[in-house]
Nanobody, 122 residues
Framework: QVQLVESGGGLVQAGGSLRLSCASSGLPFIMHARGWFRQAPGKEREFVATINRSGSIIDYADSVKGRFTISRDNAKNTVYLQMNGLTLEDTAVYYC???????????????WGQGTQVTVSS
């Protein structure tokens, strides 16, 4: 059974930090790239960050570059999203997804988690 399970979301004040985790199991080996996406209320889901298996290829949306860091621990089958300097605009449900190679387009992703809520307060 394929599973992608996000955790680490919550309520944080503006300027604060959170670290999201995405634990995976049961995925086909070829699905080794991961991506983080988010969907704010009333908005479409958008790309946040992506990483390949070795961590040698990483890409970020311009809106989070310099504030968010994606990383992974392959021994734990877990990908992380360290989020610093959070703003009200970062409030969203954050999703983890799996694909074959790093990509920004969500249509490239084959497996998705259920999401974790991040709420930034003023």
């Amino acid at each position: 059974q394929v599973q992608l399970v996000e955790s680490g979301g919550g309520l944080v004040q503006a300027g604060g930090s959170l670290r999201l985790s995405c634990a995976s199991s049961g995925l086909p080996f070829i699905m080794h790239a991961r991506g983080w996406f988010r969907q704010a209320p009333g908005k479409e889901r958008e790309f946040v960050a992506t990483i390949n298996r070795s961590g040698s290829i990483i890409d970020y949306a311009d809106s989070v570059k310099g504030r968010f860091t994606i990383s992974r621990d392959n021994a734990k089958n877990t990908v992380y999203l360290q989020m610093n300097g959070l703003t009200l605009e970062d409030t969203a449900v954050y999703y983890c997804a799996a694909t074959t190679t790093p990509a920004r387009a969500e249509t490239r992703y084959h497996y998705w988690g259920q999401g974790t809520q991040v709420t930034v307060s003023s």
